[in-house]
C-alpha cells in the first residue's frame, strides 16, 4: 500500500477517534479489506413533533477535512474491492472507447445564411463545430474549435452557444467545474478572439438580440442556484454596468430566455412544475420593456413561439395532456387562444415546431414517441411515417426527436429517430410531399441487431395499474432458467425511460444479461395521469412498481432470481433505493449513481439548489401530511437492521443537483445498520459533478467498473 495512502487513512482514523495515533509494536496495522467506518453524532432533528435521528449529519460539512478524508478512504477500499476484476474493467472499457470514440459529423442544418454542423475526430474528447454558407463551393470556416478551447481544462462542459444574428460572432456558456455555474464567452469568427465577458454565475440560459451587440442572460442565485434574473448585456462592456431586467421573486420558480422562431421576438419563461408565465419584448428594441403574454395563475402551464403574425401556444388549459392553441401576435393573451391541435387523453404532446405553412408536434404515449404535421391552410393532418424497424415490436420503439429546425419558412422537418435495435438515424421530413429522406445513420460496423431480441412486457403493480417494460437481450444466450438481468428505472418529473440505442448496454447484453427498462409511474408514458399518480402523496407507486416490474420479470423467466439487479441514477438512485429498502430480498446488487436519498433533509432545506423548485414533485416538509409521507419512504430514513443487496454508489464533489453529502451519508448509515456483509462500492468524483466527467468519454471508465462489477456479482450468485 502506497505510504501517502496509509498516512491519510491513519489520519481520517485519528480525527474520527477509531483507532491510535500511528501503529506501534504490539498494535494491529488497519485491517484493510474493511471498508471506511464513519463516526456518529448524535444529531436528532425534531420536525411535526416528531424526533428524526440524523446520525452523519457532519458528513454534510465540505469544509471539515474529516468528510474529504472519509470519501478518499472510501474511494480507496472502492479501488481494492475492484483490483481482482480490473481486467474485465479494461476489457469493458475498451469496448465502450471503440463504439464511442469515431470520427462522425452530425448533418448540416440551417441557421440563418449558413450551414452548421458539428464534426468529432477519431478518438477526440470534444467536437469541433463548423459553418460554411449555403452556396456551391463555400469555404469552411470554425465557429468553436472545442478541442482547442477545453484544452488543459479537467473538466469542460459546453454548454448554450448561439450565433449573433449578423454571424459576426457566437457567444456560448462554459461550466468547468461541474457545478453548473457557467461562465459567458463571446468569439469573434473571422479572427477568431475569444473574450470573456465576466459573467461568472450564468445559466446556460441566454439569446441575442437583433442588433447583434445586445445580450439577454440568466443569473444563477449564488447559494440556491436557482435561475432567478434576467440581464441585458452589451458585448465588449463590463459585466458591472449590465442591466437587471427583470428578476424572479418567487422561490418556486426558475426562469430561462430565448428567440422566437421568427426570431423576431426575446420571450422570458418563468417556470414551475405546475405554473408558468411568459414575457417577450421586440428583438429589435432591446432596451425596451418586456411584457407579459397571458399572466400566471395556479395550475395553468403554457409556453409559446411566434411565426408570421401567429403565436402558437402549448398549454394544458383545460388539458393535462396538452393541446395547442394559436392566438394573433396583437392579442397573444389567452381569452384569444384558438385550439388548433385537440388533447388526446392519455397522450401528451411534448413538442411543437411551428412553420410558415405546417405545424409538426410530437406525442408520446406508452408505445413510444409520434411526430404528427399539420398543413395550416386546411389543417389536414398526417403521421409522419415510421421507419423501418428491422423487426422491432412497435410497441417497443421510440420515435422522434426534433432537432435542427431554425427556419420558419422551410417545408422540410428535421428529427431524429431511435429504437433498442436501431442506433440514431437523422431523417428530412418534407411535409409538403410526405416524403421521407435519411441524412444520416450512425456507424456501428460492431453491431448486428439479427443477434437480439427486443420485447415489450407487462407488470401488474398491487393497485392493478400495467406497468410497461421493455426487455433487450442476446438470443444466442437465453437461458431457460432466466439470466443475470439488469432493471432500470427513473420515474420522476414526467421523464420518461425512453428506449432508444444505447451502445453501452450491449456490453452486459453481449456477457449474458437481459437488460430491461421500467416504465414506472412519474413518467408520462401514460400521459400526465401517469407522472401525478409517481409524485407527491402518490410516490410510492413508483416503488412499488418497480417491484412489480422485477417479480414480473422473474415470473415470466427473463430474470434468474438469483441474478437480479437494478439501476438507477439521481432521481433513479432514490427508486432503486427506496425499493431496496422495502424489498431488499428481491435483489442480488444496486447501482445507486448520484442517487437523491436523503428526501426529507433536502427538502427541508430552501437553501439547498433546486429545493424550492420541487416541492411539488416530492411534497413540502413544511406541510404535515407531505412530511410524513415524505419520511415513510425517504431512503436514508428507512434503513432497517435487514440484510441488503450487494450496493455500487457514485457521486461527484461539485455536485450542486444531489450533493455529495446524500449518498454519503446513506452508505454510512447502511454500513452501520444492515446485518450483511455484502459490499457496498462507494466512489465519489473529486473534479466531477451531477453529469461526471466532461467530453464524449468522459464516463467511460465509470461504466466500465460498473458493468464488471454486475458481470462480477452475477459470476458469484450464480456460480458460473
Known amino acids: 500500500m502506497p505510504h501517502t495512502l496509509l498516512t491519510i487513512l491513519i489520519g481520517a482514523a485519528v480525527y474520527l477517534g477509531l483507532t491510535a495515533v500511528a501503529p506501534s509494536a504490539g498494535t494491529e496495522e488497519p485491517d484493510e479489506s474493511r471498508p471506511p467506518v464513519a ?39 472502492a479501488e481494492r474491492k475492484l483490483a481482482p476484476i480490473r481486467p474485465l474493467i479494461d476489457e469493458i472499457a475498451g469496448e465502450l472507447k471503440a463504439r464511442n470514440a469515431t470520427s462522425n ?39 468553436l474549435d472545442v478541442p482547442a478551447l477545453a484544452a488543459g481544462h479537467a473538466m469542460y462542459r459546453l454548454g448554450r ?22 461562465r459567458l464567452f463571446v468569439r469573434d469568427i473571422a479572427t477568431g478572439a475569444v473574450t470573456e465577458q465576466g459573467i461568472t454565475d450564468g445559466a446556460e440560459s441566454f439569446a441575442f438580440a437583433a442588433d447583434s451587440a445586445t445580450l439577454f442572460y440568466v443569473r444563477r442565485e449564488p447559494v440556491t442556484l436557482r435561475s432567478h434574473q434576467i440581464w441585458r448585456h452589451r458585448i465588449g462592456t463590463p459585466a458591472d454596468t449590465d442591466v437587471m431586467v ?39 428594441q432591446p432596451e425596451g420593456a418586456f411584457q407579459v403574454v397571458e ?60 412553420f410558415r405553412d405546417f405545424l409538426a408536434y410530437d406525442v408520446e404515449d406508452q408505445n413510444g414517441i409520434g411526430i404528427r404535421v399539420m398543413r395550416l391552410s386546411d389543417r389536414s393532418e398526417a403521421a409522419v411515417p415510421q421507419p423501418a424497424t428491422i423487426g422491432v415490436a412497435t410497441s417497443a420503439f421510440f420515435f422522434g426527436a426534433f432537432g435542427g429546425n431554425r427556419e420558419p419558412d422551410t417545408s422540410v422537418l428535421r428529427f431524429r429517430f431511435s429504437a433498442p435495435l436501431i442506433p440514431e438515424r437523422t431523417y428530412d421530413y418534407d411535409m409538403a410531399k410526405g416524403t421521407l429522406t435519411l441524412r444520416r445513420e450512425e456507424p456501428v460496423a460492431w453491431f448486428k441487431p439479427g443477434d437480439y431480441a427486443v420485447a415489450r412486457i407487462a407488470a401488474t403493480a398491487p393497485d392493478g395499474e400495467e406497468v410497461p417494460v421493455t426487455l433487450v437481450w442476446r438470443k444466442s444466450l437465453k437461458r431457460p432458467g432466466g439470466n443475470p438481468t439488469l432493471v432500470a428505472g427513473y420515474g420522476a418529473y414526467g421523464f420518461s425511460q425512453r428506449p432508444v440505442f444505447n451502445e453501452n448496454t450491449f456490453s452486459l447484453i453481449d456477457r449474458g444479461f437481459v437488460h430491461a427498462m421500467a416504465h414506472v409511474r412519474g413518467g408520462h408514458e401514460k400521459g400526465e395521469r401517469w407522472h401525478r399518480e409517481g409524485r407527491g402523496l402518490m410516490k410510492r407507486n413508483s416503488f412499488t412498481d418497480f417491484i412489480a416490474v422485477a417479480e414480473a420479470l422473474a415470473t415470466q423467466g427473463y430474470a434468474d432470481r438469483r441474478a437480479l439487479f437494478s439501476r438507477g441514477g439521481s432521481a433513479g438512485g432514490l427508486l432503486v433505493a427506496a ?4 424489498r431488499p430480498d428481491l435483489f442480488a446488487g444496486i447501482v445507486a449513481e448520484v442517487p437523491f436519498v436523503d428526501v426529507v433533509t433536502t427538502t427541508s432545506d430552501p437553501s439547498i439548489p433546486l429545493t424550492t423548485l420541487e416541492w411539488v414533485e416530492w411534497g413540502n416538509p413544511k ?34 443537483q444531489v450533493r455529495y453529502a446524500e449518498p454519503a451519508k446513506w452508505v ?19 473534479g466531477a459533478g451531477h453529469s461526471g466527467r466532461s467530453g464524449r468519454l468522459g464516463t467511460v471508465q465509470e461504466s466500465a467498473e460498473i458493468m464488471a462489477w454486475l458481470v462480477a456479482q452475477a459470476e458469484r450468485a450464480t456460480g458460473r
Open 39 to 77: 463516526r456518529k453524532s448524535d444529531t436528532i432533528l425534531r420536525e411535526h413533533g416528531r424526533e428524526r435521528p440524523d446520525p452523519y449529519d457532519w458528513l454534510a460539512n465540505r469544509g471539515d477535512p474529516a468528510v474529504r478524508a472519509h470519501l478518499e478512504a472510501e474511494n480507496a477500499y
Open 105 to 143: 459529423a452530425s448533418v448540416p442544418y440551417r441557421d440563418g445564411d449558413f450551414l452548421y454542423e458539428r464534426r468529432f475526430a477519431e478518438g477526440a474528447q470534444y467536437p469541433v463545430i463548423l459553418r460554411r454558407r449555403d452556396t456551391p463551393g463555400a469555404a469552411e470556416e470554425i465557429v
Open 161 to 182: 452557444w448561439q450565433p449573433s444574428p449578423d454571424g459576426r460572432r457566437v457567444a456560448f456558456m462554459v461550466d468547468f467545474t461541474g457545478d453548473r455555474q457557467n
Open 246 to 284: 427583470y428578476e424572479e421573486r418567487d422561490p418556486t420558480f426558475s426562469v430561462a430566455v430565448h428567440r422566437s422562431k421568427s426570431r423576431r421576438y426575446i420571450l422570458i419563461e418563468s417556470d414551475q412544475e405546475l405554473t408558468s408565465e411568459v414575457r417577450w419584448l421586440p428583438a429589435d
Open 295 to 354: 399572466p400566471r395563475r395556479p395550475g395553468l402551464r403554457y409556453e409559446i413561439d411566434h411565426v408570421g403574425d401567429t403565436v402558437f401556444v402549448r398549454t394544458d388549459l383545460d388539458a393535462p395532456d396538452f393541446r395547442i392553441m394559436t392566438a394573433p401576435e396583437a392579442t397573444p393573451g389567452a381569452t384569444h387562444w384558438r385550439e388548433l391541435v385537440p388533447q388526446r387523453t392519455g397522450a401528451v404532446i411534448r413538442r411543437m415546431e411551428p
Open 579 to 582: 425499493s431496496a429498502n422495502l
Open 623 to 656: 406541510t404535515p401530511a407531505e412530511y410524513e409521507s415524505m419520511r415513510a419512504w425517504s431512503p436514508y430514513d428507512n434503513i432497517a437492521a435487514q440484510a441488503y443487496p450487494a450496493m455500487f454508489v457514485t457521486t461527484g464533489w461539485h455536485d450542486s
Open 668 to 686: 454510512a448509515r447502511l454500513r452501520a445498520t444492515k446485518t450483511d456483509d455484502r459490499e457496498i462500492l462507494f466512489k465519489t468524483d473529486m
